[in-house]
C-alpha cells in the first residue's frame, strides 16, 4: 500500500510521516497532497491562541475530550517557537494532553515553528490537510503564545477562541488592535484568580463598541485545570459555527482564507526562485555591498533582483 | 535545508525526577533538535503512540526508579510489533552497570549514566540515527 492509500485506512504511521515530509518540504508530499485534496473540507477547524501559560494547551484538551465523548474524531496541532539561533525546540505542549494520547480517535501532533513567524508554521496548513484527509472532524490548532500582532491563525482556523487571564493589564489592552480582533470566543482562564470579572467586564465594553452586530464573540469564564465550565466554553465555539453555516460567513471565510494561502505559496516560490538565481551568480551579496557604499539605492537593488526572474 | 532531528524525551514508570530530563531535553534543543518533552509518568503504550504520531528519529528515555529492566524493553517491543524499527532508541537515569548488557541486547542502542556530558549524548545520537 502506498502512503495515500494508508492515510485513507487510518494508518497513523503513515499520517505522521506525511506531516514530516511536508514540515521537510519534499517535494513528493506536495504531490501527495495535490492527489488527495479532494478528500479535504470535512474538518473544522479551531483555532486556539493567547499569550504564554494562558493555559492554551489544557483547554485544549479538555475542549477534545468534550468532543470526543460526542463521539468525534479529533487532531490536534500544537505549535512552539524554534529556536531562531539554533534551529532546535522544545515542544512540551503534550505535557497537558497525557489523558488523550491512548485514545484512538485522538492524533496529536507538535510543530516546532521553524522560522516562520505569525504564531504558526510554515507546514500547519499542510498538516490540517493531512489531519482532514486521515478523518478528523475537528482539528485544533494550539499557536506558540502570542503578543499583540501574531494573527495568522484566523488565516486557517474557522473559530478563533483567544485564552486570557485576569490581571493581563488594563482595559487599554482590551482596546488595542492586532489579537484582540481575531477572536470569535473569548475564554478567561484561570477564572477561579481575582479580576477575572474586571478582565470579562473590560472586554465585553470593548465588544459593545464593534460595528458588526450580527455575531459577538461569546466571553466565557472558565478554568481549565479545575475542567470548570469547559461545556459552556465548547457550546459558545459551536454556536460561532452555527452562524458561520447559516450565514454563508464559514464559505466566505474560506474562500478568503485559500486566496491567502495560494498568495502565500507563490510569494513563497517567487522568493526561493529569485534567492536560487541571486546566489548563483553572487548578485544579491554584490548588491548589497553596493547599497551599502551608497553606490545604489534599495529600490534599485529590489528592481535588479525582480528582474531576474523577468528576464 | 538540513531537516532538525526529531527526539521524544520520555519519562517512563513513577518516579517524579525530570531534572536530567530537562537538562538533555535542553541540550538536544541547543544542538539544533526539535525534542517533544511528554512529561511524568508515562507508559510504554503511550511512549510508543507519542513516538508515532509525532514521527521522531530517536526515543530517550530516563528513568530513575530502577525499572529499567522492564519498562526499557518493553517499549523497544511495543514499537517492533507496530512495525517501527527504524528509530534509535537510548536510556539515562540511575542504572547500574550490571544492567546495561541486558538492555543494549533488548535494543537500547545506549545507556548514559550519571556524569554523562551533553556533549557526548549529542554527539551520539547525530551518529546513530537511522532515517536520513
Redesign the interface.
Known sequence: MNIEDKILAGD??AC??L??ML???EKEAEEILKKLYEKTGNAYVIGVTGSPGAGKSTLTDKMAKKLREKGFKIGILAIDP??PF???????D??RM?DL??DEGV????M?T?GNLGGLSKATSSAIKVLDIFGCDYIFIETVGVGQSEIDIVKMADTVVMVLTPNMGDDIQAIKAGTMEIADVFAINKSDLDGADKTKFEIEMNLDLNENTDFRPKVIKVSALKNKDIDILLDAVLEHKDYQMRTGNFEKRRIDNVKQEVLDLVKENLINLIMKKAVENDLLNKLAKEVYARKKDPYTAKEELINLLLN | MERPIRVLVAKPGLDGHDRGAKVIARALRDAGMEVIYTGLRQTPEQIVEAAIQEDVDVVAMSILSGAHNTLFPKVVNLLKERGVTDRLIVGGGVIPEDDIPFLISSGVEAIFTPGTSTKDVVEFIKTHVKRQ
Request: no cysteine.
Open positions: 497513523k504511521i505522521a510521516r506531516i514530516s514540515e521537510n518540504n524554534t529556536s539554533t534551529g532546535g525546540a522544545i515542544l512540551g503534550r505535557i497525557t494520547i491512548l492524533f496529536i501532533r507538535s516546532g521553524r
